[in-house]
């Protein structure tokens, strides 16, 4: 027993004596190396990566940037996927801006220190580079308003509001058929016109008369009391549109309890009701006509839950009984969907079937 315990502190003794010998070796080898000038260089070198790994550098401060801007990033969007209504108006307004330009910031963070300050790889700074990634990425969220109406279309049978084959030149629940998608107010808006081969207009772009919607009569898509009115607001010219005339000429229509139907860019001293007016589903309303911020002539038309235009949220809104072209069979409530690229329209076209009651 004793001899055993004597041999085991013997065998620890040597085996540290021998772990003291090889560090003083060592330590003998690395001064060594300390004199002689290329493997100085190296030792140096290996020094300063070491250092580099290591330690935290000013130009690491999008490392630091990102967690918080992932956080807001986090909060911004159960909030608004919450769809609480009027916050959610007043925050689509900055917070989706703010935090791209935050996010725009950082990337910019990252690639400025990995290019110039020839930043060595760690797995953080790794990780944070693919979280800037993902950030960037979560951008794609706020392409939609998020509106508390979304699962809660109007119940108002809605007619189209042009006769004959109409064109969706936007519409529909996705940005890819819908541009409007991200104003709140318009969320789920339509513009309509009519199309020949795909083209919305035969000879000179630049002249309003070109267009086959021009000058067609616009019909109330719902019985209603007309809210406001506003006229005297002239053509744009095709492709150049007047981005301070807004809606141009247009016609708020109240459809229901805060249920607002707005009808732009109608055609100057066209219109055929004022307000206070009520008017039946069928009702002639006005002209088509390119007033406002309108790229060409065409019928703007959504729903929303307040009577001033660009404020408040979109409303979905269906229309009733029409026929896709090339179909026989009849849509009884439906979305339309639009779609566009470079000039030539492959929304869909629809037509209201039986013909609606023209007032
Ligand atoms: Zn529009």
Redesign the pocket.
């Given at each position: 027993m004793v001899r055993g315990l004597i041999r085991s502190w013997l065998t620890r003794t040597s085996r540290s004596e021998t772990a003291r010998v090889t560090a003083v070796r060592d330590s003998q080898r690395w001064s060594s190396l300390e004199w002689k000038g290329p493997s100085l260089v190296r030792l140096t070198d290996a020094h300063a990566r070491l250092d580099s790994r290591r330690a935290f550098r000013a130009s690491d401060w999008w490392v630091v940037g990102l967690p918080v801007v992932a956080g807001l990033d986090l909060a911004l969007y159960l909030t608004l996927q919450s769809r609480p209504g009027a916050l959610a108006v007043r925050l689509w307004g900055w917070a989706p801006p703010a935090l791209m330009a935050a996010i725009a910031l950082l990337a910019g963070g990252a690639l400025t220190s990995a290019l110039r300050s020839k930043t060595t790889w760690t797995w953080f700074r790794g990780s944070a580079f693919v979280g800037i990634c993902l950030l960037v990425w979560s951008v794609s969220a706020y392409l939609t308003y998020p509106s508390s109406y979304d699962d809660r279309p109007s119940a108002v049978p809605f007619q189209l509001p042009l006769t004959g084959p109409v064109t969706v030149a936007?519409g529909g629940p996705t940005h890819r058929v819908n541009y409007?998608v991200a104003s709140p107010s318009?969320r789920w808006?339509y513009?309509l016109l009519v199309t020949s081969d795909g083209r919305s207009y035969q000879g000179d772009p630049l002249e309003v008369q070109s267009y086959h919607a021009y000058g067609r009569e616009v019909r109330a898509p719902a019985a209603g009391l007309v809210h406001a009115v506003h006229d005297g607001d002239p053509d744009a010219v095709p492709g150049q549109p007047d981005r301070h005339r807004r809606a141009g000429n247009h016609i708020v229509l109240e459809v229901a309890p805060r249920e607002y139907l707005l009808i732009?860019h109608l055609k100057a001293s066209s219109l055929a009701v004022q307000a206070g007016d009520k008017v039946g589903a069928g009702q002639l309303l006005g002209l088509v006509g390119n007033s406002g911020n309108s790229s060409e002539p065409h019928v703007?038309l959504h729903l929303q839950d307040t009577p001033i235009p660009d404020t408040g949220e979109g409303i979905p809104l269906l229309f009733t009984s029409y026929r896709l072209q090339g179909q026989s069979a009849v849509v009884s409530r439906g979305m339309p969907l639009g779609g566009q690229r470079r000039g030539r329209f492959f929304g869909q076209i629809v037509e209201s079937f039986p013909r609606p009651v023209i007032l």
């Open positions: 936007w409007h318009e808006a513009d732009a703007h």
